[in-house]
């Protein structure tokens, strides 16, 4: 469990805080999506929850160790991995499979089993054929691919990923969240943060930050629904949500329709 | 007057192991005024190909033309970086956007700047004094485009300009460049494209570095079969028109709004039973 206990963060110079008395927990195997504008504090909290940063009053703890411990540092980042915004403060490997074998070889995985680890990884996000390519050599989306094959190298019990997807195409969007939907199966936390809510709304959970604070944390059915509080995060539904809602509205059961298909199908029946 | 590229190659590392044809035979052309998509799956080509149109890179063959000439000349093109953060070099946010008006001798560079920052709702008095190295993610990439922007270059090149936006940002950065549209010709790289298609007067899809799809929204929304063979998603709502037109729906037009898209849906179904 992660428990995030009223924590505030400051950057050092800055006027105010950039997280203001949050609190919330993260239980191990659960799925959780953070939502919020530009500026509302999501990468912040990302840092906080694997120690990165330390919180400048409050506490967050991970399986019961205080992050702020630095007798723990080791431990928490292991148990917590995270996928930055920016991939380039992340990747630290010569090559692409040095990269990904670092968190692991850190930890102590005996060779022959790193050597699977980093292939699995690499497959799983479609870098495969490209392990010995410099990463300053690949494309903005291969980086972010190969930031995720890193976390995903790990193992870790909880992994945060601050807007994986953000510079994905389509097929590659689809495919990072299978491979975390696999991982979440076999018992790893998830938290994803998006300004994609086509990724929230079939969450179990999200949190919306809006100015720093938590304005919304539970099942996204009611955030979409609250139109005064999309307003102010400035969230919109997705256009294919919009879409549907009108089919709804006179009368197409369109509850579990997730794509173009679903839709037609109910409509046209093959 | 147009930017035009003309059947532009490119090969990372050509002449060792690892060479890696990266753009092959690309034709472009950008006027003044026009909106044209560069879309493509991941290590397709389309950052390549913006550094090339930019005069970053030379082409291994075929050639650049900015209204006539070669390119070069400081501040008719103007490209924003898919990661903003390697775009920054200055203390302050006001410094890092006032940098190409001032060099380019603009005698209203510091109206210029702050204008651009107040165009993507990163208003100077906020953010002006900021380091740029620790804006959000969102704001980085606004500022960014706010650099760009103030340069009122003639073409401008965007790659991935709404990534990581939130609602607020994007629609400041949509008006922004449909402001600037009326004396520039845009270029934008997106894998987002749902947002700029009812604006868009071209789309250029590239698969593994070549051309396969070049043509207008209608003609991609009649013909969307390269396009969706080159492993590209047309939005979801489109894609529903499509299947319910090959399942004998009458539908004269594909929407793409939404809400219209739906409503012809009714339309061409008729009443719930
Ligand atoms: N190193 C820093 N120094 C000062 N202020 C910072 C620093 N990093 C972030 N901030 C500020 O703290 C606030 C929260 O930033 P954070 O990066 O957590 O936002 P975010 O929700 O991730 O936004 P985005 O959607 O744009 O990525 C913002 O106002 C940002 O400008
Ligand atoms: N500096 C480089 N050296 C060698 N190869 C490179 C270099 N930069 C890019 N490549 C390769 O060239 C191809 C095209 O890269 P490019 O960055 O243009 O793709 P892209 O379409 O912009 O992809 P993305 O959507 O991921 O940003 C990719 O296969 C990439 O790995
Ligand atoms: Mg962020
Ligand atoms: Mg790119």
């Given at each position: 469990m992660i428990v995030i206990d009223g924590v505030t963060y400051t950057y050092h110079q800055a006027g105010s805080a950039a997280l203001d008395g949050v609190s919330a927990t993260i239980a191990p195997g659960t799925w959780t999506v953070i939502v919020g504008p530009n500026g509302s504090g999501k990468s912040t909290l990302a840092r906080l929850l694997n120690g990165l940063l330390a919180p400048s009053s409050g506490r967050v703890t991970v399986d019961e160790m205080d992050t702020a411990d630095e007798s723990h540092a080791w431990d928490v980042r292991s148990r917590v991995g995270l996928v930055l915004q920016n991939p380039d403060n992340q990747i630290v490997g010569t090559v692409v499979e040095e990269d990904v074998a670092f968190g692991p070889e850190n930890l102590g995985v005996p060779r022959e089993e790193l050597r699977l680890r980093v292939d699995a990884a690499l497959a799983a996000v479609r870098l495969t054929g490209l392990e010995r390519r410099e990463p300053h050599l690949l494309s903005e989306g291969q980086k972010q691919r190969l930031a995720i094959a890193g976390a995903l190298a790990m193992r870790p019990a909880y992994l945060v990923l601050d807007e994986p997807t953000a510079m994905l195409d389509a097929e590659g969007r689809t495919d990072v969240l299978a491979v975390l939907k696999e991982l979440q199966t076999s018992g790893t936390a998830i938290v994803l943060i998006t300004h994609d809510l086509a990724e929230a709304i079939h969450a179990e959970r999200v949190m919306a930050l809006n100015a720093g604070s938590v304005v919304y944390d539970g099942e996204p059915r009611a955030l979409l629904a609250d139109d005064a509080l999309m307003q102010s995060l400035g969230l919109e539904a997705p256009p294919f949500a919009r879409f549907v809602s009108v089919l709804e509205h006179v009368g197409f059961d369109l509850a579990s329709a997730r794509t173009a298909d679903d839709v037609v199908e109910a409509l046209w029946p093959s | 007057m147009a930017l035009v590229?003309?059947?532009?190659?490119?090969?990372?590392?050509?002449?060792?192991?690892f060479a890696a044809p990266a753009l092959r035979g690309v034709s472009l052309s950008l006027e003044v005024g026009e909106l044209s998509l560069v879309v493509g799956a991941t290590g397709s080509g389309k950052s390549t190909l913006l550094r090339l149109l930019a005069g970053l890179y030379e082409p291994d063959a075929g050639e650049v033309r900015v209204d006539g000439e070669a390119p070069g000349e400081p501040g008719r093109v103007?490209?924003?970086?898919?990661?903003?953060?390697?775009?920054?070099?200055?203390?302050?946010v006001l410094d890092d956007v006032l940098f190409g008006p001032r060099n380019l001798k603009f005698p209203d560079a510091e109206e210029a700047a702050r204008e651009a920052l107040e165009s993507v709702a990163l208003p100077a008095a906020t953010f002006g004094d900021r380091s740029p190295f620790t804006l959000s993610g969102g704001e980085a990439r606004r500022a960014a485009v706010a650099g760009v922007l103030a340069m009122r270059p003639s073409y401008l090149l965007l790659d991935e300009p709404t990534a990581g936006l939130d609602r607020a940002g994007r629609e400041a950065v949509l008006g922004a460049i449909a402001a600037a549209r009326t004396r520039a010709g845009i270029l934008v790289v997106t894998h987002d494209p749902e947002q700029f298609l009812p604006v868009t007067t071209r789309v250029l899809a590239l698969s593994a570095g070549a051309p396969v799809f070049d043509g207008t929204v209608e003609e991609l929304l009649a013909n969307p079969e390269a396009y969706e063979a080159a492993g590209l998603e047309l939005p979801a709502v489109v894609q529903a028109q499509l299947l319910a037109r090959k399942r004998g729906a009458f539908l004269p037009e594909i929407a793409l709004d939404p809400a219209l898209a739906a409503a012809n849906l009714i339309a061409a179904r008729g009443p719930v039973r």
């Open positions: - | 590229a003309d059947a532009l190659s490119y090969t990372y590392g050509a002449g060792t192991s103007g490209i924003v970086f898919q990661n903003p953060e390697t775009q920054f070099f200055a203390e302050t």
